[in-house]
Each structure stands twice: as C-alpha cells, then as structure tokens.
C-alpha cells in the first residue's frame, strides 16, 4: 500500500498519510469540515498497526497484526457508531 497518495478502503474508511508510518482515519460521509470526520490515527509499530480512536470514545487504543486486520476492523466500527446524519 503506497503511503504517498490517499487510500480509499473497503467501507467509509479514508487513509490520508501523515508520515511513512501514520495515517489520519476518516469516514468519507462526512464533509471536510465536520469534527466528526476524523475517527482516529493509525500507526505502524513493530510489525504492527496500532489505532487511536478520536471517536466515538477518544483514547481508546487497538492493535492489529495487519494493516489490512486494522483497515477491515475500522470499517466494521464505523458501520456500528457511524451516521452521517
């Protein structure tokens, strides 16, 4: 997964890189400048993704083994505490 351009994933999930080894998480059914667009921070460390939710319970921190394990938990969260209206 290149970490230079912004990645699109499965469900409302939106990757935005930060650095080679942190993406901002967003759900895409929100506007830009809606506070409740920004879900979290995903970073890579020691093999592994660790996810700092900014919502709906700021601070609460999950860890993956995968990228792809954390891309496809965040979608299933945002399904269940997401709505865009």
């Known amino acids: 997964m290149s970490t230079r351009q912004e990645t ?42 660790e996810m700092l939710w900014m919502r709906p319970r700021p601070g609460a921190v999950y860890r993956y083994r995968t990228m792809e394990a954390a891309v496809a938990a965040i979608a299933t969260r945002l399904e269940l505490t997401s709505h865009p209206f």
């Open 8 to 49: 699109r994933t499965r469900s409302h999930v939106e990757l935005t890189p930060i650095s080679l080894t942190n993406w901002r998480v967003c759900d895409d059914r929100f506007d830009a400048a809606d506070v409740r667009r920004v879900v979290g921070y995903l970073q890579g460390m020691d093999g592994e993704f």
